[in-house]
């Protein structure tokens, strides 16, 4: 872990039970970090970039086939240390959308945190989406708001999330408008 980080430039933060790392770098001119969470039954990763324009409220997508399975775990921070992200809160009170647009809402699950968020969808990112694996996209729940963009997947072993935090971060600069 330490060489492959220090290899591609990233700056690393570890546990010293190997169940938690945090990764920071900057691709294509934009910032990143990354977090591995082996702690709890799911691991996941979380992939957070700076995303523009920047909206006001938050965006919460999930596959139909995600949606359907179990929501995201997040641990709370009473079992972490670490407090709740930023955007819990109003994911946990956001409404459905309805986008009016067929080929998103029949793959797609899309809540916002305010009415707003209808009247700035991320076409282009939904587009990419749509484009993944369905095996990843069928795990993974985006959150996009405040100028982050936010790549949270479940089931994500050790040895998997470095090459997929590499992945997300070079198709989150292709999902760019």
Known sequence: MRSEA?????????????LWYRLTGN???RAW???WNGRGPRP??????SDEPEIDSWCFITSKERHSDEPPRFLAGTFTGKSEPEWFAEWMHAKVIDTGLPEFDSHFVIA???SSVRDQ???QL????GELPPPLLNKIFVIRGKGKLVFHVEETRRADALSLIERLMLWANSARP
């Open 112 to 114: 916002g945190s305010s």
């Open 27 to 29: 691709k294509a001119g």
């Open 6 to 18: 220090k290899r591609r430039r990233w700056s690393l933060e570890e546990d010293n039970e190997g």
């Open 44 to 49: 996941y990763i979380e992939l957070s970039v």
């Open 126 to 129: 939904l587009r990419k989406l």
């Open 33 to 35: 970090l990354a977090e």
């Open 121 to 123: 969808l991320p076409i």
